[in-house]
């Protein structure tokens, strides 16, 4: 079975740009999370959907969109990009909406230049 | 709001000894999943050991164990038998139990470095 996949792996863009990263989970998984990596911050919560829906949100500013489709793929957008928004987002999925088992994708490394 | 604190931010340690990594949480929670996650110099984050915080016994996969205290809100990973392919960065994670969220809050993490 195939893992979690995320498109582009590397990425470089310049301020006040837009972006959009995707995820394909492992199939037959329905729940899909974001977090975001940085040497300051860690790692954070982004967002995370099951079945099409956004179940929770963490603490970034409304310029983080995501969405999920029907085949459980998901895609996350960041509108209007600022420097501090280089780093390695991660995409992780589970197979159901109560699954500790998450399973990572590569990630996709955003530089903001 | 729960919170994860690893206090190593690295730690070196010989090949073939063994090897714990620290890390403390806070929650008002009675029930909760902690985990500890690998993610080696490829980036691809693993996940290595998780402990039921409702089950008492210690959580061991092969020669990585757990040392959970519910006390004290203490989960250390023990390694033993250290070997080059453990050298990665290390993070704590915590989890809420129940279908409400899967949401993962992690560590700072610890940097281990297995020298031959």
């Known amino acids: 079975k195939a893992g979690v996949t995320q498109t582009p792996r590397y990425l470089i863009k310049t301020r006040g740009q837009q972006v959009t990263l995707s995820c394909s989970p492992i199939?037959?998984?329905?729940?899909v999370s974001w977090y975001q990596q940085t040497p300051g911050q860690g790692l954070q919560f982004l967002f995370e959907?099951?079945?099409?829906?956004?179940?929770n949100k963490g603490n970034f500013p409304g310029r983080f969109s995501g969405r999920q489709f029907s085949n459980s793929r998901s895609e996350m957008n960041v509108s209007t990009l600022e420097l501090g928004d280089s780093a390695l987002y991660l995409c992780?999925?589970?197979?159901?909406?109560?699954?500790?088992?998450?399973?990572f994708g590569p990630g996709t490394r955003l530089t903001v230049t | 709001a729960q919170t994860v604190t690893q206090s190593q931010p690295e730690m070196s340690v010989q090949e073939a000894e063994t090897v714990t990594l620290s890390c403390t949480y806070d929650?008002?929670?009675?029930?909760?999943?902690l985990f500890w996650y690998k993610q080696p110099p490829s980036r691809q984050m693993i996940l290595v050991i998780r402990?039921?915080?409702?089950?008492?016994q210690n959580a061991t996969e092969n020669r990585f164990s757990v040392n959970f205290q519910k006390a004290a809100k203490s989960f250390s990973l023990k390694i033993s038998d250290s070997q080059l392919g453990d050298t990665a960065m290390y993070f704590c994670?915590?989890?809420?139990?129940?279908?409400?969220?899967?949401?993962?809050?992690f560590g700072t993490g610890t940097l281990l470095a297995v020298q031959p």
């Open positions: 992780a999925s589970s197979l159901s909406a109560d699954s500790y088992e998450q399973y």
């Open positions: 199939s037959g998984h329905r729940s």
């Open positions: 959907y099951f079945s099409e829906t956004q179940r």
């Open positions: 929650t008002s929670e009675n029930n909760y999943y």
């Open positions: 402990q039921e915080a409702y089950k008492q």
């Open positions: 994670a915590f989890r809420s139990y129940g279908g409400a969220t899967n949401k993962l809050i």
